[in-house]
Antibody, heavy 116, light 110 residues
Framework: QVQLQESGPGLVKPSETLSLTCTVS????????WAWMRQPPGKGLEWIGY???????NYNPSLKSRVTISVDTSNNQFSLKLSSVTAADTAVYYC??????????WGQGTLVTVSS | QSALTQPASVSGSPGQSITISCTGN?????????VSWYQQHPGKAPKLMIY???NRPSGISHRFSGSKSGNTASLTISGLQTEDEADYYC??????????FGTGTKVTVL
């Protein structure tokens, strides 16, 4: 069973760029899609985007202009960058493995707060 | 893209069956058999309960079942137990090659 772990700053200033990394262990990294989701406090889940191990990406249209997801196959990691953040981007951010278009393994999540 | 529509809350007594609906359109739920359901307990990461409309991952109880008709998918929990009290989210693959979550349903065991 694959394990995923998010890492990155828990506090980001408004207008700056949020950067998170997801490290995958205990299973194959290749031949899978990997996804990022977020959940604002007390609210529902929002899909941010996904990346194939080869680098092909697709993003939520509402975030597309600010999002970049990249992959580092040599270290079994994939990363999220979200630019020009505001308080509305405060959320728990999750990474997950995609299989048959369902997220079958999730990281524990990391809270990112946008505040000066 | 707008979120898939779920009822805000559903409740039932222990042992009863409940059904949660998830309504989309012909570009998402109606277009593909790629509907998934997730259970989320407070403070925890979501857990995959159903994938491809009606398939259960290994280790998921047979009390959980999924179905789809047209643009609406459903999750049924049979023999409701106290540990089933949680938030439930549906998701679907879309014709734009994106993913879409539902609005979420809080299940309460009375």
């Amino acid at each position: 069973q694959v394990q995923l772990q998010e890492s990155g700053p828990g506090l980001v200033k408004p207008s700056e760029t949020l950067s998170l990394t997801c490290t995958v262990s205990g299973g194959s990294f290749s031949s899978y899609y990997w996804a990022w989701m977020r959940q604002p406090p007390g609210k529902g889940l929002e899909w941010i985007g996904y990346i194939y191990y080869s680098g092909r990406t697709n993003y939520n249209p509402s975030l597309k202009s600010r999002v970049t997801i990249s992959v580092d196959t040599s270290n079994n990691q994939f990363s999220l960058k979200l630019s020009s953040v505001t308080a509305a981007d405060t959320a728990v951010y999750y990474c997950a493995k995609l299989e048959r278009w369902g997220m079958d393994s999730w990281g524990q999540g990391t809270l990112v707060t946008v505040s000066s | 893209q707008s979120a898939l529509t779920q009822p805000a809350s559903v409740s039932g007594s222990p042992g009863q069956s409940i059904t949660i609906s998830c309504t989309g359109n012909s570009s998402d739920i109606g277009a593909y058999n790629y509907v998934s359901w997730y259970q989320q307990h407070p403070g925890k990461a979501p857990k995959l309960m159903i994938y491809e409309v009606s398939n259960r991952p290994s280790g998921i109880s047979h009390r959980f079942s999924g179905s789809k008709s047209g643009n609406t998918a459903s999750l049924t929990i049979s023999g409701l137990q106290t540990e089933d009290e949680a938030d439930y989210y549906c998701s679907s693959y879309t014709s734009s090659y994106t993913l879409l979550f539902g609005t979420g349903t809080k299940v309460t065991v009375l």
